[in-house]
């Protein structure tokens, strides 16, 4: 029954005839993984190369912490995500639970952890490399901190799409508080599941090549604009 | 990263968020169970509804424990689900003002199609599931306290049978993870009439046991407590609980088929 050929094709066949639900499909997955690690990256740079430059007592906890919650299953984010967001919960007023901003609150959980503990690692390498000319012209460690980010840009594209393949790869958070509602929450990954539980595999498996031809492109992109930025600076 | 591409970027996004989100207010969340939802049913009767009311209704499709938890969080407008004496207790609890029979389908049994254990020539269902597990062959199980688990380990009680050992296998999983894993292992498996249907992946699976009268399995349609949660939209769910039972209503589950089958047999009082 099931070949991968039958799944290329039907890869192939969706995207040609460019299905309405595909494209919303698509989009919001771009959209609510793409704005999980925005938001993620604004926090999580600033904070990670803090984290490399100071000095205080529990810092190691904290760098441990960060290190395992790498590893935070996405269905427990999913779930805590729920139990705050649902209306019995705390922020139920808010009346978020099954809507893509519930879904980016729970991504952003994800992909925090990897860019601030992998921010911090290479901020520190860096530091360390460079810590007397640093000194030498008087920085503060507040100063400091702009100067290594940009530094340290190309490392950390690739620390930002390692955030990015996280979000966009995982099903049990956005499952989870989405509720994989039709035109409304439904994402590349949430669809992956149900015709999977359809019994619909090379539908299942056309939409898995579809998002990860979508994933390279987007990587080869960034790739691009990393390789050519390097070439300008010679 | 630019600056300003970041914050036109943030912006759009942003923009394009609460353009969804208000797109359509007139909207309420049904709490639904994964078989009604993956038959394809919801798809086949929620725009005859729209269409009358203007009000659209999103599925969130679950096992049947989890949709009467969100029911009692307070996170669904209204539920349709099929766990009779779990919606009583529901209503009973307080959660729900009222409980209306919307319609029914049927459970059946498929296994591999040698049939290890014989239980095509059974009398009835209890006398089937005994000829597994006395045979000892491979059963998957729901095991997610689901609707339809629930109604399974009912018939294993009444047929005198602890189903446990090597051969009873629980996956902890709906319905669809639940058929694809009975195919690929050769097991016995208990399911729904409409999922089974709408099933793309049988292998070698195969209907073995259906008919008895033990095997009705009743939807329920539960009106949520405006007492209890008072935020919940109660008027569109009313319609939508109206709708249900209605001539219209009924008339479009009845329409609604799979490889020319019905599906679901509306019965409303």
């Known amino acids: 029954m099931l070949?991968?050929?039958?799944?290329?094709s039907t890869a192939l066949t969706l995207?040609?005839?460019?299905?309405?639900?595909?494209?919303?499909?698509?989009?919001?997955?771009l959209q609510v993984s793409l704005m999980a690690v925005l938001i993620a990256s604004l926090i999580s740079l600033p904070l990670g190369a803090a984290l490399a430059?100071?000095?205080?007592?529990?810092?190691?906890?904290?760098?441990?912490?960060?290190?395992?919650?790498?590893?935070?299953?996405?269905?427990?984010?999913?779930?805590?995500?729920?139990?705050?967001?649902?209306?019995?919960?705390p922020l139920g007023e808010w009346g978020l639970l099954f809507t893509p901003t519930a879904m980016v609150i729970a991504q952003v959980i994800l992909v925090l952890p990897i860019i601030a503990a992998l921010?911090?690692?290479?901020?520190?390498?860096?530091?360390?490399?460079?810590?007397?000319?640093?000194?030498?012209l008087g920085l503060t460690r507040l100063r400091m901190i702009p100067?290594?980010?940009?530094?340290?840009?190309?490392?950390?594209?690739?620390?930002?799409?390692?955030?990015?393949?996280?979000a966009s790869a995982e099903v049990g958070a956005v499952m989870i508080v989405g509720g994989n509602i039709d035109g409304v929450t439904r994402v590349m990954t949430t669809?992956?599941?149900?015709?999977?539980?359809?019994?619909?595999?090379?539908?299942?498996?056309?939409?898995?090549?579809?998002?990860?031809?979508l994933v390279t492109m987007i990587n080869a992109i960034a790739h691009m604009i990393g390789e050519t930025a390097k070439r300008r600076l010679g | 990263m630019n600056k300003t591409t970041a914050l036109i970027t943030a912006g759009t996004l942003g923009l394009t968020f609460s353009a969804t989100l208000m797109a359509a207010d007139d909207y309420i969340t049904l709490a639904s169970t994964t078989s009604t939802e993956n038959s394809g049913l919801f798809?086949?009767?929620?725009?005859?509804?729209?269409?009358?009311?203007?009000?659209?209704?999103?599925?969130?499709?679950?096992?049947?424990?989890?949709?009467?938890?969100?029911?009692?969080?307070?996170?669904?407008?209204?539920?349709?689900?099929?766990d009779t004496a779990g919606e009583e207790q529901f209503v009973a609890d307080g959660y729900a003002t009222e409980r209306l029979n919307v319609m029914y389908n049927d459970f059946v049994i498929v296994g591999p199609s040698d049939d290890p254990a014989g239980i095509h020539d059974s009398e009835t269902v209890i006398d089937a599931m005994q000829r597994i597990a006395e045979s000892e062959s491979p059963f998957a199980s729901r095991g997610d306290d689901s609707g339809t688990n629930r109604a399974e380990l009912r018939l294993w009680e009444d047929?005198?049978?602890?189903?446990?050992?090597?051969?009873?296998?629980?996956?902890?999983?709906?319905?669809?993870?639940?058929?694809?894993?009975?195919?690929?292992?050769?097991?016995?498996?208990?399911?729904?009439?409409?999922?089974w249907v709408a099933f793309d992946n049988p292998q070698d699976l195969t209907l073995l046991f259906e008919g008895d009268e033990a095997l009705f399995n009743q939807y329920g349609s539960l009106l949520l407590s405006a007492e209890r949660h008072p935020h919940l939209k109660h008027d569109l769910a009313a319609q939508w609980h109206e709708w249900l039972v209605s001539d219209k209503g009924q008339q479009a589950i009845a329409d609604f088929e799979v490889d020319g089958q019905q599906l679901f047999f509306p019965n409303a009082e």
Not at chain 1, 3 to 8: E, I, L, V, Y
Not at chain 1, 191 to 213: D, F, H, Y
Not at chain 2, 43 to 70: C, L, Y
Request: proline share 4%.
């Open chain 2, 159 to 195: 047929a005198g049978v602890t189903p446990q050992g090597e051969w009873y296998r629980e996956l902890g999983s709906g319905m669809g993870p639940t058929l694809n894993t009975a195919a690929g292992m050769d097991a016995y498996t208990f399911t729904d009439r409409a999922t």
């Open chain 2, 43 to 82: 798809d086949a009767i929620i725009p005859a509804f729209s269409e009358e009311t203007g009000v659209d209704v999103r599925v969130v499709a679950v096992g049947t424990g989890q949709a009467f938890e969100i029911g009692r969080r307070g996170d669904a407008d209204s539920l349709l689900v099929h």
């Open chain 1, 53 to 89: 430059l100071w000095r205080f007592p529990g810092r190691n906890v904290v760098i441990v912490a960060l290190n395992a919650l790498m590893g935070l299953p996405p269905v427990v984010a999913g779930l805590c995500v729920y139990l705050l967001l649902s209306r019995a919960g």
């Open chain 1, 15 to 29: 995207i040609l005839s460019m299905d309405s639900a595909l494209i919303s499909i698509v989009m919001l997955s």
């Open chain 1, 147 to 166: 100067t290594l980010l940009w530094d340290a840009r190309f490392g950390l594209l690739t620390v930002i799409l390692a955030g990015f393949g996280r």
């Open chain 1, 3 to 8: 070949t991968s050929d039958n799944a290329f």
């Open chain 1, 119 to 136: 921010t911090r690692q290479q901020v520190e390498a860096l530091h360390s490399e460079y810590a007397e000319q640093l000194n030498s």
């Open chain 1, 191 to 213: 669809s992956i599941v149900l015709e999977t539980s359809k019994g619909n595999l090379p539908m299942a498996l056309g939409l898995g090549i579809i998002l990860l031809a």
